[in-house]
């Protein structure tokens, strides 16, 4: 069974003070691994697909990283605006049941 | 683009009873996925419907189906409600079927008193 792991479970952060969240999982084959972002009574925004270990992508103040157990989303400078929750999902080798989702990770950018 | 539309967005029902919730997907998107999110479970996926046909389905009781019609307009149904049915019900379309770059509507809400 698929597993993901997010933490910290919530963070508060000053504006500009940059930090990393991170995303812990367990796969039979993984196929990809997805962050998304949401805000307060909306549904998720889809931002990164990563696909092998060392891949990384990159949009505007975040930074997602990939490795053989976890994934990074980090936060370079954050704005108020960057506050939501950052969920991370996998998809595993059968892709037969859906993503799993973590519970995600609840940010707060004071200004 | 116009994006994913659920409705309705909010509603209330007592326990036994059932709920249709719709969705229309970003037009041109074949793929309709199926999550329940709650605080303590978090996202779940219920099932992915492609072209009309259901093509996987996650561990929820025969209680919650759906169906997806020609034009990828999909609806989920949840029959003989219970108290733990409350949930906020989200839909996302694809562009392909069993994708992970979804694209997801605002949700609807249910309340199960």
């Known amino acids: 069974e698929d597993q993901v792991t997010q933490s910290p479970e919530a963070l508060r952060l000053q504006e500009g003070e940059s930090s990393s969240l991170n995303c812990s999982y367990t796969v039979s084959g993984l196929r990809g691994l997805f962050w998304y972002r949401q805000d307060p009574g909306k549904g998720p925004e889809f931002l990164f697909t990563?696909?092998?270990a060392g891949e990384e992508k990159e949009k505007e103040r975040l930074k997602a990283t990939l490795t053989k157990k976890e994934s990074f989303l980090h936060i370079t400078a954050p704005k108020p605006e960057d506050s939501a929750t950052y969920l991370c999902a996998v998809q595993g080798g059968g892709g037969a049941d859906g993503l799993t989702f973590g519970k995600g990770t609840h940010l707060i950018i004071q200004p | 683009k116009a994006g994913v539309t659920q409705t309705p967005r909010y509603l209330i029902k007592t326990r036994g009873q059932q709920v249709t919730l719709s969705c229309s997907p970003i037009?041109?998107?074949?793929?309709v996925s199926w999550y329940q999110q709650t605080p303590g479970q978090g996202l779940q996926f219920l099932f992915e419907?492609?072209?009309?046909?259901?093509?996987n389905k996650g561990n929820f009781p025969g209680r919650f189906s759906g169906r997806q019609f020609s034009n990828s307009r999909s609806e989920m149904n949840v029959s003989t409600l219970e108290l733990g049915d409350s949930a906020l019900y989200l839909c996302?379309?694809?562009?392909?079927?069993?994708?992970?770059?979804?694209?997801f509507g605002e949700g609807s809400r249910l309340t199960v008193l």
């Open positions: 037009s041109g998107h074949r793929s």
């Open positions: 996302a379309s694809g562009t392909s079927v069993n994708t992970g770059e979804l694209f």
């Open positions: 419907y492609f072209s009309e046909t259901q093509r």
């Open positions: 990563l696909y092998s």
